[in-house]
């Protein structure tokens, strides 16, 4: 009997101790994978969200522009300096969105740094002359375009490849992954938007315009495309006499734009304020832009 239950039980123990053996080297490996990780810099929100739509659980990723700091006027800090030093990928959106890219870039040494500018190839508008004369010829928010979105997507798909080959179709299907739920929401509200009579909105500053030009929208701002022009009491007035005049119902709010002035216009018009995100510093990209298409399609109505 005994000889027996030993016969039982001795494979078992065996089988036992192997797969413990088995388990201790898979996680050998995975260590190891852990630490092979690719190793992601991105300038701010937006950047990170289409970087971890692509490259999934092989990237770690940092993003600059910390959660709910204001994004157009961040300067980078010693730390951002360090990571990008030993950062395998850059990531950033171009277009003057970080006026301090070009320094950075020039002034850190990282041989095998592979750098996306994300806005690439996209279909660029262009700023008005003022705006352009300070800063860049092209508005920088291409990222609000679903269209567009899929252009810089498309740019940081290329490099991981080009950094990680061997996972070429983990990058890929990402991609296509990410591309059809762009192209979903796009749809959507392309059909909820179109047959709208009105299609004139108001916001903090000026980040929309690739937004508008997909869904035949028309929106204007207390501040202007790079958040910047505290308004004067003749732009508020301007803003008022046109919320009259479209009986608007809504006066967007960023948060980290002039939140107050759109709070006073709004009740200078006798609009409620809704908050919407322009992705500069917060935000899971899809869901956002789903909240943000709904709340200006509920403020058309
Ligand atoms: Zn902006």
Not at 104 to 115: G, P, T
Not at 182 to 187: A, E, G, S, V, Y
Not at 201 to 214: K, N, P, Q, S, W
Request: proline letters at 3%; a negative charge.
């Amino acid at each position: 009997m005994k000889k027996k239950l030993f016969k039982i039980i001795g494979p078992l123990c065996m089988m036992i101790l192997l797969s413990a053996c088995v388990n201790k080297k898979e996680a050998v490996d995975n260590n190891e994978n852990a630490e092979k990780k690719i190793f992601v810099v991105s300038s701010f929100n937006a950047m990170t969200e289409f970087a971890m739509a692509i490259g999934g659980d092989k990237i770690e990723i940092t993003t600059i522009v910390p959660s709910g700091v204001e994004a157009h006027d961040f300067e980078p800090k010693a730390k951002d300096m360090k990571n990008m030093s030993k950062a395998d990928l850059f990531v950033y959106n171009g277009l003057e969105m970080e006026h301090w890219a070009e320094d950075i870039l020039k002034s850190i040494d990282n041989k095998n740094l592979v750098v996306v500018e994300a806005s690439k190839g996209a279909d660029l508008i262009k700023t008005s002359k003022q705006e352009g004369h300070e800063h860049g010829h092209f508005d920088p928010h291409v990222w609000l375009s679903l269209k567009e979105a899929k252009v810089e997507a498309n740019n940081i798909k290329e490099a991981l490849v080009k950094i990680d080959y061997s996972n070429k179709s983990y990058y890929e299907e990402n991609y296509k992954r990410f591309e059809k739920e762009l192209d979903d929401l796009k749809d959507e509200y392309e059909s909820k938007i179109k047959p709208l009579q009105n299609k004139t909105f108001v916001t903090g500053h000026a980040a929309f315009a690739y937004l508008c030009r997909e869904f035949d929208l028309h929106q204007y701002s207390v501040e202007d495309v790079f958040a910047e022009g505290e308004p004067t009491p003749q732009k508020i007035k301007e803003l008022v006499s046109i919320g009259k005049e479209v009986n608007l119902k809504t006066v967007f709010t960023e948060e980290n734009v002039s939140p107050k002035v759109s709070e006073t216009l709004a009740r200078e018009i006798g609009a409620k304020t809704e908050t919407i995100n322009t992705l500069e510093s917060e935000g899971n990209y899809i869901e956002t832009m789903r909240e943000n298409l709904q709340k200006i399609y509920e403020s058309l109505n």
